[in-house]
């Protein structure tokens, strides 16, 4: 059995007996709360002055000293995966537990190392975590050394954007380690974590189709269910039931083309012209426009507004960042992605071209000769307003990496797979080249008809 708890996280593994009072003797951590955390922060900063938050690594096919290692070794078991975005438009890391190999078959050192390499590149954002704790047992955890190291380096950097963590299939053991360490975890840390006791219950959240879910997780989901079905179905918080047929108002999860037809015949949806016309004026020099997700609640409520045909007022809300979640919401659950099904492997395809020059030509075939030209009229619509935010990157912190980061999972996913962290990687190519390439990419010639 191992454990160990950092500020505002807890790692924890076991095997399937409950823990003795032997096992509590031989735990011996230090436990550091988060005031003891930020404390520390503090005190950094007194010595070697503020810092620059630093832009996140992007994957690209120019190599320097910072990607050179590309972790081949440690990438090849799928420990970590980043599975698309949630229903709140923030990107999904996932951990599998059942993928890590046998101790002595990987090296733990870079393990970690590698664990980092993939969170640096998101948690200058909100994300969410999902943690799968089936398949952890004796012969794959990490010795308590190892745990202890990660809780020492996974410091107030990768909790603080945090927004939701869920552990998947708790076992009794989480649970009292987790109450255990309770006093020296911040109550704001501990809202954010949830007790998922089947995949279902993950609905509420995020979207199932995006997470590559391992065949021996769902197999013991299923036991699960049959096992607790009444009791799990009872605790479940699942999203609202959608009725066969759509209002005639409705905004999310209905196609362009439904928008289109309900509004006479206009291309730009309601909700991109409201959000990015107040955004335009009100949000263009906000420090980490984007990145910040506001109330949960508050976002659905004015989901709902728009779709009963509702009006909103921005302004009366009081905070910038609901009309760019709702920018980012809107896009994520379009019926078809605004990049369309069609155009997924072209875009995937993208990546692998060897120059940077024959890259922008790809995407430009993509986007200004085979997208729809509905699609084509929203997706520049949306990318002048992107080119207007990163001009004012001095103020807001927001180049086109943070964006492309941010943007391409709310623009780009596949019909008929999960997402991935490669899928990833190539999504975000496209979708910077689409921002720092905008005006070589975008060269419809419209016709006013």
């Keep these: 059995m191992a454990l160990c708890s950092k500020s505002g996280s807890v790692c924890v593994s076991n095997s399937a007996s409950q823990p003795t009072n032997q096992d509590f003797k031989n735990m011996k951590l230090t436990v550091v709360s988060d005031s003891d955390a930020d404390q520390s922060d503090k005190a950094a900063s007194s010595t070697t002055g503020t810092t620059t938050p630093t832009t996140p690594n992007y994957v690209d096919n120019e190599t320097d000293e910072v990607d050179a290692d590309t972790f081949e ?32 078959t990987i090296s733990h050192t870079r393990l970690l190392r590698y664990l980092k390499f993939t969170l640096d590149k998101y948690v200058e954002n909100d994300y969410t975590l999902i943690y799968f704790h089936y398949g952890l047992n004796r012969s794959n955890k990490p010795s308590f050394g190892w745990l202890r190291q990660a809780y020492r380096e996974f410091d107030r950097k990768y909790k603080k954007n945090l927004k939701a963590m869920y552990l ?23 809202r954010k974590v949830q007790y998922v006791n089947c995949l279902k219950q993950l609905e509420s959240g995020v979207h199932l189709d995006q997470l590559v879910i391992p065949d021996p997780v769902k197999e013991h989901d299923n ?35 439904f928008l289109k037809e309900h ?33 949960t609640a508050v976002v659905r409520d004015v989901q709902n507004r728009y779709n009963k045909g509702e009006s ?3 302004a009366a809300l009081l905070d910038i960042h609901i009309p760019a979640a709702i920018l980012k919401t809107f896009l994520r659950e379009l019926s078809e992605p605004l990049m369309t099904f069609r155009l997924y492997n072209d875009i995937m395809e993208v990546k ?17 000769q085979s997208l729809p030209e509905d699609n084509y009229v929203i997706l520049k619509y949306l990318f002048d307003f992107l080119l207007q935010v990163v001009a004012k990157e001095d103020i807001n912190k927001m180049n086109s990496i943070n964006l492309a980061i941010i943007f391409g999972p709310n623009l780009v996913w596949s019909t008929n797979e999960a997402a991935s962290l490669a899928a990833m990687g190539h999504i975000n190519t496209f979708t910077r080249i689409l921002i720092d390439h905008h005006a070589e990419i975008f060269t419809r010639d419209l016709q006013t008809n």
């Design 168 to 190: 998947v299939h708790p076992t009794n053991f989480i649970k009292i380690l987790w109450g255990l360490f309770k006093p020296f975890i911040s109550v704001k840390f501990g």
């Design 312 to 314: 909103v007022d921005y």
């Design 352 to 368: 692998g071209v060897t120059d940077k020059e024959s890259q922008v030509r790809r995407c430009e075939a993509i986007v200004s």
């Design 73 to 104: 070794d440690i990438a090849k078991y799928k420990i970590i995966d980043v599975a698309g975005a949630d229903s709140l438009g923030r990107p999904v890391i996932a951990f599998y537990s059942c993928h890590l190999p046998p101790s002595d």
């Design 223 to 257: 036991r699960v269910m049959t096992k607790y079905q009444s009791k799990i179905i009872g605790s479940t918080v699942s999203p609202a039931p959608q009725t066969s047929q759509p209002l005639p108002t409705q905004q999310f999860g209905v196609s362009l083309q």
């Design 263 to 295: 509004s006479n015949g206009v291309v730009l949806p309601k909700v991109m012209t409201e959000t990015i016309t107040y955004l335009q004026e009100k949000g263009l020099e906000t420090e980490g426009i984007f990145r910040r997700c506001p109330n």
